[in-house]
């Protein structure tokens, strides 16, 4: 079956460390996306990428980094630099006319 | 700048009766649009989409009516039911050059017997 895969579902973290959340996807699909979104709130663009090695920041990039080598795998790293990270974070891909989303993972900064 | 909006950030219908969830934008540049609906902790599942080049795609009691010029879209959802409560995304896909996701905030429905 085709699809797109976040892990972990829930995640902690410390203070000050820096966390990767994980998002596979066997669609071939050549687009995709890191959302956030918090309690009561819309999606927000992160980042997202368009092809392999090339990713562009999205309307809230600061704190996060990505990386994509692999067509297949783009992570996501919140980094002790974003200041309020906890949130639930999607990822989603994308080819016209379609995009699909993963199931989310809850980030908790303890 | 929100490319996609939604305005209405809640609607209430009783059930049967018919839900529409408004949707706009402002880039003639979009080439899909599409409607997701989320529950909490959840990520958004796909419900319907329509090319630009339609005005009317129909799937079900999910309709989705696109009015290119005046940059608007809408889900109606006839007869509501009580698993329709849930939050409804509208996003717009771009190609050509790009191939961008963008979503409006959301729109939270609810129907009640």
């Known amino acids: 079956d085709g699809g797109i895969t976040q892990s972990p579902k829930y995640l902690f973290r410390k203070e000050g460390q820096n966390v990767t959340l994980s998002c596979e996807q066997n669609?071939?699909?050549?687009?995709m996306y890191w959302y956030r979104q918090d309690p009561g709130q819309g999606l927000r663009l992160i980042y997202y990428?368009?092809?392999?090695?090339?990713?562009q920041k999205g309307d809230i990039a600061e704190g996060y980094s990505v990386s994509r080598e692999k067509k297949e795998s783009f992570p996501l790293t919140v980094t002790s630099a974003q200041k309020n990270p906890t949130a639930f974070y999607l990822c989603?891909?994308?080819?016209?006319?379609?995009?699909?989303f993963g199931q989310g993972t809850r980030l908790t900064v303890v | 700048d929100q490319q996609v909006k939604q305005n209405s950030p809640s609607l209430s219908v009783q059930e049967g009766r018919i839900s529409i969830l408004n949707c706009d934008y402002t880039?003639?540049?979009?080439?899909?649009f599409l409607w997701y609906k989320k529950y909490p902790a959840e990520g958004p599942t796909f419900l319907i989409s329509?090319?630009?080049?339609?005005d009317k795609n129909e799937d079900g009691r999910f309709t989705v009516f696109l009015n290119k010029s005046a940059k608007h879209l809408s889900l109606h959802i006839v007869p509501s039911q009580p698993g329709d409560s849930a939050v409804y995304f509208c996003?717009?896909?771009?190609?050509?050059?790009?191939?961008?996701?963008?979503f409006g905030t959301g729109t939270r429905l609810q129907v009640f017997p």
């Open positions: 880039n003639s540049m979009f080439d899909y």
């Open positions: 669609l071939n699909h050549d687009a």
């Open positions: 990428s368009q092809i392999v090695n090339d990713f």
């Open positions: 329509i090319s630009s080049i339609k």
């Open positions: 989603a891909s994308s080819r016209v006319p379609e995009a699909f």
């Open positions: 996003a717009a896909l771009r190609s050509y050059n790009t191939d961008k996701l963008i």
